[in-house]
């Protein structure tokens, strides 16, 4: 079964930097970068949003809030996929969530981890 499990959210001021972690358990490497990846996130009372994408070659795509502050990575040999985040804003606080959609078009959600900015 594959699950996704994010880490590195957190409290952090206006300006600042977090880097986030989704590691895909279940998969085999080989397997793994078959898989477009993406984060997403949800502000309170709002509908959940894309982020950056990355797909199985590389290619990224950001919306376009984020342009410019966010990158989004992935590391094929550990089945990781990163999302740093600098000259962070209050608007960016949001619960961060990791996605993928098997080639079969199974769909895939960690559990979130929570991001505030705030001074």
């Known amino acids: 079964q594959v699950r996704l499990v994010e880490s590195g959210g957190g409290l952090v001021q206006p300006g600042g930097s977090l880097r986030l972690s989704c590691a895909t358990r279940g998969l085999a490497s080989s397997s793994y970068d078959m898989y477009d990846m993406a984060w997403y996130r949800q502000a309170p009372g709002e509908q959940r949003e894309l982020v950056a994408g990355?797909?199985?070659?590389?290619?990224?795509n950001y919306v376009d809030s984020v342009k410019g502050r966010f990158a989004i990575s992935r590391d094929n040999a550990w089945n990781m996929v990163y999302l740093q985040m600098n000259s962070l804003k209050p608007e960016d606080t949001a619960v961060y969530y990791c996605?993928?959609?098997?080639?079969?078009?199974?769909?895939?959600w960690g559990q979130g981890t929570q991001v505030t900015v705030s001074s």
């Open positions: 996605y993928t959609k098997s080639p079969f078009g199974a769909e895939y």
């Open positions: 990355i797909s199985r070659i590389g290619s990224t």
